[in-house]
């Protein structure tokens, strides 16, 4: 998932770059950087959200959740592979429009999470010009932390979309749409609720996006001096 999702995300913003650039303009403003932000990060989201879907799916599957014993995925012996579970969603849950059940609330936490985090790293990098290998890393860790923080509760309801068909709500919630779901953690888990699973998130996602941003001005540096 993360090749093509990485992949189509930079690519896409390139691009969207070149359009929103004024014959005068060397940079973006923060303003199209937002809009470039936002567009690839949907348009990673379309490309890949089956393999987004499968992946937390696999991750419920292969914890110890007793509850789940009687649920659907006791048709298999032991969790399926990859190719198993897309086969498994299709042909039970409703067709090719079930690969891409959750994908609103998704588009709705990856959007804008891209989005600050091209705007806070370009804009930090313009703060520091002539960055270190140190300070790259530095800074697409604070993009990557930053973004996480202020888009988290959409990122808890993409999780929880994705596995609501997996049982008989033996996983403990049921939301009838994006809406219902966010006023029911709200009132039923407060604040907390809506954030509860960030830090181990950010131990995840700060590594991950410092390590993406290095790699990515690396490899393009490298590119554009051959």
């Known amino acids: 998932r993360i090749f093509p999702y990485s992949a189509v995300q930079f690519y896409v913003y390139q691009k969207i770059k070149l359009y929103l650039l004024k014959p005068d303009q060397f940079e973006l403003n923060n303003y199209q950087r937002l809009i470039a932000g936002g567009i690839c990060g949907t348009a990673s989201v379309v490309v890949t959200y089956p393999l987004d879907l499968v992946r937390t799916r696999l991750s419920i599957q292969t914890a110890n959740l007793s ?34 059940r959750g994908i609103w609330p998704t588009t709705l936490g990856v959007a804008p999470y891209v989005a600050i985090n091209f705007a806070v790293y370009e804009q930090l990098k313009e703060l520091i010009p002539n960055s270190s290998s140190t300070t790259k890393l530095l800074l697409g860790a604070i993009a990557g932390g930053v973004a996480q923080t202020l888009t988290y509760p959409f990122d808890l309801l993409r999780r929880r979309f994705q596995v609501l068909t997996m049982g008989q709500n033996e996983l403990g919630f049921k939301y009838t749409s994006v809406g219902d779901a966010l006023v029911t953690i709200f009132k ?39």
């Open 67 to 100: 509850k789940l014993k009687k649920s659907k995925i006791d048709a298999f012996e032991k969790p399926p592979g990859f190719i198993k579970s897309l086969i498994h969603i299709y042909q039970n849950e409703g067709g090719f429009w079930s690969l891409y």
């Open 188 to 226: 039923t888990e407060g604040i907390k609720g809506a954030y509860k699973g960030l830090t181990a998130n950010l131990f995840k996602v700060i590594p991950s996006m410092a390590v993406s941003w290095w790699s990515y001005e690396l490899i393009k540096t490298a590119i554009m001096e051959l």
